[in-house]
């Protein structure tokens, strides 16, 4: 599978995005049906572009980004999400999110400082939970079988339409 190593990256980010709002906001049904979908276009992207392609173009079009496309609350908190879950995600991005916000969007604390006071987890240098964390350990041996799985149910679920998966590993 073409840049696998980039889209197992993105399960495992997708994954523990997920987790994080189910921990956070497990009320907002909403909320937890708008990450489903959360950097699935990069993974399909990453079938056909390079990750820096990919990644500019993900960066550009979703509204969970800071980029020019107007926002919902909802893209806020998917925003914040998105943060915080890159410290158990990404070694080279430790920081959570509101170290993430003062260091990176201190033009953004109006918006999603009141989001992070919501969460409990507007402080810096806050400690992981131990649970995610394991549970993103677990998802360090992810299969191209589990992948491609990940990308037809993602398809299905955005088309709406059913499709009979074979999947083989390449």
């Avoid at 937890?32 to 992207?45: I, R, S, T």
């Avoid at 509101?98 to 400082?113: A, F, G, K, S």
């Avoid at 919501?118 to 992948?147: F, R, T």
């Amino acid at each position: 599978m073409k840049n696998f190593e980039h889209i197992k990256y993105t399960y495992k980010h997708r994954k523990i995005v997920m987790l994080l709002a189910e921990k956070y906001f497990k009320d907002n049904q909403e909320l937890l049906e708008q990450v489903k979908v959360h950097d699935l276009d990069k993974m399909f992207m990453y079938l056909f572009y390079n990750k820096k392609d990919a990644s500019n173009i993900h960066r550009d079009k979703t509204p969970h980004h800071e980029n020019d496309i107007e926002k919902t609350e909802l893209d806020y908190i998917e925003m914040v999400l998105d943060w915080e879950s890159a410290r158990y995600t990404k070694p080279d991005k430790p920081l959570n999110a509101y170290d993430t916000l003062v260091n990176y969007y201190p033009q953004m604390t109006d918006v999603i400082l009141p989001i992070l006071e919501q969460m409990g987890i507007a402080a810096s240098g806050l400690e992981m939970d131990q649970q995610i964390l394991e549970k993103a350990k677990e998802l360090d041996n992810v299969s191209e079988e589990d992948v491609a799985s990940e990308l037809v149910n993602g398809l299905e679920l955005v088309t709406g339409v059913e499709i009979k998966q074979k999947v083989k590993k390449a």
